[in-house]
């Protein structure tokens, strides 16, 4: 499990690996999205879902230079 204060190399990595939404799941629809659990890692940085998603949709529109 991942959690706060959680080293970044040391077991959060890993752990977030191993649990990685892969397109096979994620096309299955939109309840795969919609996990409480779901984490989006930013290097090493990790945050819930609904926290990053104003994030990720402005690397998707602008790109990532420009978020």
């Given amino acids: ?3 706060e ?3 970044a190399e040391e077991a959060a990595s890993p752990a977030f ?3 990685k939404l ?3 799941k994620f096309s299955l629809g939109p309840a795969a999205v ?3 659990m779901l984490l989006v890692r930013f290097g090493v940085l990790y945050f819930q879902c609904d926290v990053a998603a104003p994030t990720v949709i ?3 529109l602008f790109g990532v230079e420009n978020v």
């Fill in 22 to 24: 892969g397109l096979e």
């Fill in 1 to 3: 499990m991942l959690y």
């Fill in 17 to 19: 690996d191993s649990q």
């Fill in 5 to 7: 204060g959680v080293g």
């Fill in 58 to 60: 402005g690397i998707v």
């Fill in 34 to 36: 919609k996990d409480d």
